[in-house]
């Protein structure tokens, strides 16, 4: 079985701060990872995806990522945030399952961004 | 142009009442997903299809069947709706190549349901 851990629910950082949201996976084979970020009352839109070719992955509106296998992590970073980044983040893994791909969720963190 | 649409938007029924959301994509996509996030956010798959076959079915209460009449459309119909039935559903497509666990998954704008 496939998980991912968010930690921390809630991070909230001032503008043209890091921005550092937290994911731990656990999976049984080679994982490929995902970050989906959802704006209020919108779908989900997807930042970056790691499939298990370069380690550090680059996405959209500044944000990477990097696997790290011996960590089991794959932190999403940003150098400096922006207030339009504040949203809610997601953290997946995908499982292959026939001809669909199942993806299982973190619970989610939640971007606050002050000025 | 929507690439994964959901109608209606929003809906609010009675407990014990029947009701579908629709869900269409135009991205040309083979499979196409269900999922449910509950107040406190948590995304749990229901189903997949792919060319209108069923490849995955979660845990989810028989009340809740999916229908494929093609591949660009898949809906979601729930009989005899209760107060937990009461969520944000995501429609999501991803390509036909999905067995690889790579493909990106589009999701739709959502549809909250409310049962009083």
């Known amino acids: 079985a496939q998980s991912v851990t968010q930690l921390g629910s809630h991070v909230s950082v001032s503008e043209g701060a890091l921005v550092l949201l937290r994911c731990n996976y656990s999976?049984?084979?080679?994982?490929?990872l995902f970050w989906y970020v959802q704006y209020p009352n919108q779908g989900l839109q997807l930042l970056l995806k790691?499939?298990?070719?370069?380690?550090l992955v680059k996405g959209i509106n500044g944000f990477e990522a990097e696997f790290k296998k011996s960590e089991t992590s794959f932190h999403l970073t940003k150098p400096s945030a922006h207030m339009s980044d504040a949203a809610e983040y997601f953290c997946?893994?995908?499982?292959?399952?026939?001809?669909?791909?199942?993806?299982?969720f973190g619970t989610g963190t939640r971007l606050q961004v002050t000025l | 142009d929507t690439a994964v649409s959901q109608t209606p938007k929003y809906l609010v029924t009675q407990m014990g009442n029947d009701k579908s959301i629709k869900c269409e994509q135009n991205?040309?996509?083979?499979?196409m997903y269900w999922y449910k996030q509950d107040s406190k956010k948590f995304l749990k798959i229901m189903f997949s299809?792919?060319?209108?076959?069923?490849?995955i079915n979660e845990t989810v209460p028989n009340r809740f069947s999916p229908k494929s009449p093609d591949k660009a459309h898949l809906n979601l119909h729930i009989n005899s709706l209760e107060l937990g039935d009461s969520a944000v559903y995501f429609c999501?497509?991803?390509?036909?190549?999905?067995?690889?666990?790579?493909?990106?998954?589009?999701f739709g704008p959502g549809t909250r349901l409310t049962v009083l």
């Open positions: 999976s049984s084979v080679p994982p490929y």
């Open positions: 997946a893994v995908s499982a292959p399952t026939g001809t669909a791909s199942k993806l299982t």
């Open positions: 790691y499939t298990s070719a370069a380690t």
């Open positions: 999501a497509s991803s390509q036909d190549d999905a067995q690889w666990g790579t493909d990106t998954q589009y």
């Open positions: 991205l040309g996509h083979d499979t």
């Open positions: 299809y792919n060319n209108k076959e069923l490849i």
